[in-house]
């Protein structure tokens, strides 16, 4: 069973995909006045692909590593940053320890090339980052609300979505 870890899949995807992976530039995290006055610049250590590159990669991990189990899809929003970044999380079904991709989308025009023509069991998870974020998957085959009503405007779980006041409570009464 393979055991790569971030840094040999960085190497392997800049030698047999030319252009995928990305230097990963530092992200400004700015904690809650709680936790402390000082921001802080965040660097991980997970391999960052252009978006456009997302589904070669991805594909490249199934077919050519037997990374076949795509666990999950997870967004982060860098409010600061402007920046929305996608954590895909895949498996070797042989066992041993996930890879990481991540890719990097403005929140201004969040858009990502949808993985599920080529990766069926991404269907569900990038519905729920385009109702929840408003991110766009293009090549979707039903892009659509999942968990929200299809009138519900905004994406909730965005950093500047309104907290209090939601128009939708007691709308009924």
């Known amino acids: 069973m393979p055991r790569l870890n971030a840094e040999e899949l960085r190497e392997r995807l800049a030698r047999d995909l030319p252009g995928a992976a990305l230097a990963v530039a530092p992200l400004q995290v700015k904690p ?25 990669a991805a594909v490249y991990l199934r077919d050519t590593l037997g990374y076949a189990f795509l666990s999950d899809i997870a967004v982060v929003d860098y409010l600061t940053d402007g920046v929305f970044e996608l954590v895909y999380r895949f498996y070797n079904v042989e066992g041993g320890p996930s890879l990481v991709l991540k890719t990097r989308v403005p929140r201004d025009r969040p858009e990502v090339p949808s993985l599920t023509p080529a990766w069926p069991g991404a269907n569900f998870h990038e519905r729920e980052a385009f109702d929840l974020y408003g991110i766009v998957f ?28 939601d128009k939708y409570i007691g709308e009924d009464e």
């Open 138 to 165: 293009t090549g979707h085959p039903f892009l659509r609300r999942i968990y929200m009503w299809d009138e519900f405007e905004g994406f909730p779980m965005r950093k500047d979505f309104p907290r209090q006041g």
């Open 32 to 56: 809650p006045p709680a936790h402390g006055p000082k921001p802080a610049q965040l660097v991980t250590a997970d391999t960052l692909v252009a978006p456009e590159k997302l589904i070669a």
